[in-house]
């Protein structure tokens, strides 16, 4: 056809969108005030603002089952809506959490009223997608979980803190011991807190598992012991056994939400299994057996796999749960994850091809799932170092395409 003819064909239009949920309701959430809208023919006044309060959210579930309404788009900001979402769902009403990105390209409507009543229209066309969210038992366990990763994080520099410290006075500890917070670390630590000087008494508090000597150890505990500084090394201890403390009262909580959980597969081998995984050297697992937990849950042991440690299943399960039908394929799996490349594409040719920045704890898992194996003596292990030898780091094969970022 030539362009002139291409000018001169009539323009059809478009048939106009049907309406696939004729009974949804927008929310704007804020921090002090909760804008909702329902359709218009639904109330005299479509859009109402309430409070945040416990109260006002029982009022707006009630204006809500008055309305008929039984389904609602809101947007996810920060943790305000957990317990609007909360308290719908609580009804009966079915509640989308849909992303903010993807409703606010339209110019000229910022405000809270244009936003719920904009919610209320995109939803009810059947334009947005909810966000995924585990079932009530998986956000109990992913609660405890993340509060016990922010606990991990906490404590940390405080062992950074007894190291600079050492240091100071030149106490070289980690010149001769792989991590001070092992047994033979904390134990000369403590006794260093408690008052003793001599090198050669600190040294014998090593382990037999140790591979430096106890000369070795003596000659790295010869320093200057200023005061100031061992101050600063009992307080950092000190943060460290409370934190260390608080993670130990977190495995408690999650040991019994465990013990409180049915079986969600059937699983015929009911054998006992170690808490341990052989050659496993995680360091923060759980203080209970996490491994027989997760196989009595999900019906299979997922740390049998190379690269999952019990500490990563549990953050995967937590995370994405048991049921995956919510993804129809692998691929929508991973594209949920973060892992799959977008791929910008005009005029048939890729522009460019990235993964997006996306905050997905799974993923952070799978990664360093990933790290272990690329490091590990299996075949898959062998066959990447080999690939990454031929084609370069760079290589989609390579760690930077594989993974390109961490969670914070």
């Known amino acids: 056809m030539s362009r002139a003819s291409r000018a001169a064909a009539p323009i059809t239009r478009s048939e106009q969108l049907s309406v696939v949920h004729p009974h949804a309701a927008g929310l704007e959430i804020g921090a002090h005030e909760i804008v909702a809208a329902v359709p218009p023919d639904h109330d005299d006044q479509p859009v109402r603002a309430f409070g945040t309060f416990t109260v ?7 204006w809500f089952v008055r309305c008929g309404v039984d389904t609602v788009a809101l947007e996810s900001t920060g943790v305000y809506w957990i317990p609007v979402f909360e308290v719908l769902e609580a009804r009966g009403i079915e509640v989308q959490v849909v992303n903010a990105r993807h409703v606010k390209m339209v110019p000229g409507r910022k405000s809270d009223w244009n936003d719920a009543q904009w919610l209320q229209q995109l939803h009810a066309l059947g334009l947005l997608r909810g966000s995924f969210r585990p079932d009530s038992e998986m956000r109990v ?3 405890y979980l993340r509060h016990r990763a922010d606990l991990l994080q906490h404590r940390a520099p405080h062992i950074l803190h007894m190291q600079k410290a050492l240091q100071h006075m030149n106490i070289q500890l ?9 047994v033979t670390g904390m134990a000369i630590i403590r006794a260093i807190i408690a008052g003793e000087r001599n090198p050669l008494t600190l040294a014998q508090l090593r382990n037999a598992a140790c591979k430096s000597s106890e000369d070795q150890i003596a000659k790295a505990l010869t320093g200057t012991w200023r005061e100031e500084h061992l101050f600063v090394l009992k307080q950092a201890l000190a943060l460290f056994d409370y934190y260390t403390l608080q993670v130990v009262e977190c495995d408690k909580q999650l040991e ?3 013990a409180a959980m049915k079986p969600r597969f059937e699983d015929q081998d009911l054998q006992m299994l170690s808490a341990h995984k052989p050659r496993s050297k995680s360091k923060n697992k759980p203080a209970f057996n996490a491994r027989h937990e997760l196989k009595r849950v ?24 048991t049921d995956m039908t919510k993804w129809p394929t692998v691929k929508h799996f991973a ?29 952070q898992a799978f990664r360093q799932a990933a790290q272990s194996v690329a490091r590990s003596d299996t075949a898959f292990g062998v066959y990447f170092r080999r690939m990454r030898a031929k084609l370069g780091p760079g290589h989609p094969l390579g760690c930077r395409q594989l993974w390109p970022r961490r969670i914070k």
């Open 56 to 62: 006002d959210l029982a009022q707006l579930a009630d």
């Open 141 to 143: 366990l992913r609660t």
């Open 174 to 182: 980690t010149q001769v011991l792989t991590d001070i917070t092992g």
């Open 256 to 258: 019994q939400q465990f």
């Open 298 to 321: 999900v019906g299979v042991d997922l740390t049998a796999v190379t690269g999952l440690s019990s500490s990563l299943v549990l953050t995967i399960i937590s995370e994405v749960g």
């Open 335 to 363: 594209s949920w994850l973060g892992l799959a490349p977008r791929n910008d594409i005009s005029g048939g040719k890729v522009l460019r091809s990235r993964t997006l920045k996306t905050v997905n704890r799974a993923a």
